[in-house]
């Protein structure tokens, strides 16, 4: 079933997936690595002018080592989640220092890097440099869960288990199973979507596991969606938009316009400080870490 499986999925990604710059043959492995931080928890479209402006002021990891951490940050802009920012430079930092200015193909030395984990690792590893390696998020988990064991999703996080069975169905040859992962990820995402899946289209359908069983998926939603609008992280995004839109050191004084709460707002400021998203520069004076 794994050949079938692959082989079809790579043909309709073939003829459908999204012509997505980071994709192209001539993109870095850089590239790959800073489209992989960007898309976590973002969507492409906000993702793809953000990568498109990064890539050029930062075409290199030494481009970006040299520049100041503060100045990632600035360029992360509204994508949310900024200490991926920061990881992106504390990589840079590293793979400039390192391994000689190149994003290594290794897994091991991509695990090693900072911040980066079991998906972003195999994502550049099969992505950048066509090795075998099963590449596995939420997308990939719920159509195999789906096409293989007939469940209707898949656990929460991603498993040892997880990457074995999806190892399974990738081709032996390097280059092929690179496809496959590609192939297999937007399927998850333009397809076998989480609620409203589109069997009919679905290159998989006549295999598919879930399907044959005539099992309905459950209504309602999975998880209840994150909140935003008067958390700590909507204050903390107020605040670092100021540091972020200001030149030199911001008084205490501009931070305190931005949201009426003095307590959450010495906590989302405290927050900043800690994760080293913002620097002290003199009394009651802040900015972007340098």
């Given at each position: 079933?794994?050949?079938?499986?692959?082989?079809?999925?790579?043909?309709?990604?073939?003829?459908?997936?999204?012509?997505?710059?980071?994709?192209?043959?001539?993109?870095?492995?850089?590239?790959?690595?800073?489209?992989?931080?960007?898309?976590?928890?973002?969507?492409?479209?906000?993702?793809?002018?953000?990568?498109?402006?990064?890539?050029?002021?930062?075409?290199?990891?030494?481009?970006?080592?040299?520049?100041?951490?503060?100045?990632?940050?600035?360029?992360?802009?509204?994508?949310?989640?900024?200490?991926?920012?920061?990881?992106?430079?504390?990589?840079?930092?590293?793979?400039?220092?390192?391994?000689?200015?190149?994003?290594?193909?290794?897994?091991?030395?991509?695990?090693?890097?900072?911040?980066?984990?079991?998906?972003?690792?195999?994502?550049?590893?099969?992505?950048?440099?066509?090795?075998?390696?099963?590449?596995?998020?939420?997308?990939?988990?719920?159509?195999?869960?789906?096409?293989?064991?007939?469940?209707?999703?898949?656990?929460?996080?991603?498993?040892?288990?997880?990457?074995?069975?999806?190892?399974?169905?990738?081709?032996?040859?390097?280059?092929?199973?690179?496809?496959?992962?590609?192939?297999?990820?937007?399927?998850?995402?333009?397809?076998?979507?989480?609620?409203?899946?589109?069997?009919?289209?679905?290159?998989?359908?006549?295999?598919?596991?879930?399907?044959?069983?005539?099992?309905?998926?459950?209504?309602?939603?999975?998880?209840?969606?994150?909140?935003?609008?008067?958390?700590?992280?909507?204050?903390?995004?107020?605040?670092?938009?100021?540091?972020?839109?200001?030149?030199?050191?911001?008084?205490?004084?501009?931070?305190?316009?931005?949201?009426?709460?003095?307590?959450?707002?010495?906590?989302?400021?405290?927050?900043?400080?800690?994760?080293?998203?913002?620097?002290?520069a003199g009394h009651d004076l802040f900015?972007?870490?340098?």
């Open positions: 079933m794994g050949t079938d499986l692959a082989a079809d999925a790579v043909a309709w990604y073939d003829a459908n997936a999204r012509d997505l710059p980071w994709r192209a043959a001539d993109t870095s492995p850089w590239g790959v690595l800073v489209s992989e931080i960007m898309l976590q928890q973002t969507p492409v479209s906000r993702v793809l002018p953000a990568w498109l402006d990064w890539m050029r002021r930062w075409p290199t990891p030494a481009d970006l080592a040299a520049d100041a951490p503060g100045e990632a940050i600035r360029r992360w802009g509204r994508l949310g989640y900024p200490r991926r920012a920061l990881r992106l430079h504390e990589c840079a930092v590293t793979i400039s220092t390192v391994h000689g200015g190149c994003v290594p193909s290794e897994l091991d030395a991509l695990l090693a890097l900072p911040g980066i984990g079991t998906y972003t690792a195999r994502a550049v590893a099969a992505f950048a440099y066509r090795e075998r390696h099963p590449v596995v998020d939420t997308n990939v988990r719920r159509l195999v869960a789906r096409a293989v064991t007939g469940a209707a999703d898949a656990g929460p996080t991603t498993t040892a288990r997880d990457l074995r069975d999806v190892e399974a169905l990738l081709p032996a040859d390097p280059e092929l199973a690179a496809q496959t992962s590609v192939a297999f990820m937007e399927l998850g995402a333009l397809i076998c979507t989480a609620r409203n899946p589109r069997c009919t289209p679905c290159p998989l359908a006549r295999t598919c596991t879930f399907r044959a069983s005539g099992a309905a998926l459950p209504t309602g939603r999975t998880r209840r969606p994150q909140g935003y609008a008067g958390t700590d992280r909507q204050v903390r995004g107020l605040l670092l938009a100021v540091l972020r839109e200001s030149t030199g050191p911001v008084p205490r004084t501009r931070l305190d316009a931005v949201w009426p709460d003095a307590a959450q707002r010495a906590r989302a400021l405290s927050g900043l400080l800690s994760d080293g998203l913002a620097g002290e900015v972007l870490p340098r």
